[in-house]
């Protein structure tokens, strides 16, 4: 094998080692992109799912302030209610 042989050879074998080197960087870059969007998605699918349990509570919460309004409301009128028939109960017994 002459020297040019020889020297066309190494060369061939320096490139291909660039080659591989340069596509296993890529896979390796191909690779953290995938990684970082599937975080990214996964940290949107977090929040989403954070905002609606938020949602949900607050929700919960406030209907359980109009069900306390409501037996407040209710406690009222009947208190009313029993009042003005203790009323009318006096009247009549005069």
Same mark, same amino acid.
């Given at each position: 094998?002459?020297?040019?042989?020889?020297?066309?050879?190494?060369?061939?074998?320096?490139?291909?080692?660039?080659?591989?080197? *340069? *596509? *296993?960087?890529?896979?390796?870059?191909?690779?953290?992109?995938?990684?970082?969007?599937?975080?990214?998605?996964?940290?949107?699918?977090?929040?989403?799912?954070?905002?609606?349990?938020?949602?949900?509570?607050?929700?919960?919460?406030?209907?359980?302030?109009?069900?306390?309004?409501?037996?407040?409301?209710?406690?009222?009128?009947?208190?009313?209610?029993?009042?003005?028939? *203790?009323?009318?109960?006096?009247?009549?017994?005069?």
């Amino acid at each position: 094998m002459s020297n040019y042989e020889r020297e066309n050879s190494l060369e061939r074998e320096l490139a291909e080692e660039d080659m591989m080197v *340069a *596509a *296993a960087e890529a896979s390796v870059e191909r690779r953290d992109r995938a990684r970082e969007r599937r975080e990214e998605r996964e940290r949107e699918e977090r929040e989403e799912r954070e905002e609606r349990e938020r949602y949900a509570r607050e929700r919960e919460e406030q209907r359980e302030r109009e069900r306390e309004e409501e037996r407040r409301l209710d406690d009222l009128y009947q208190a009313s209610l029993d009042a003005a028939v *203790a009323s009318r109960e006096r009247r009549g017994r005069r």
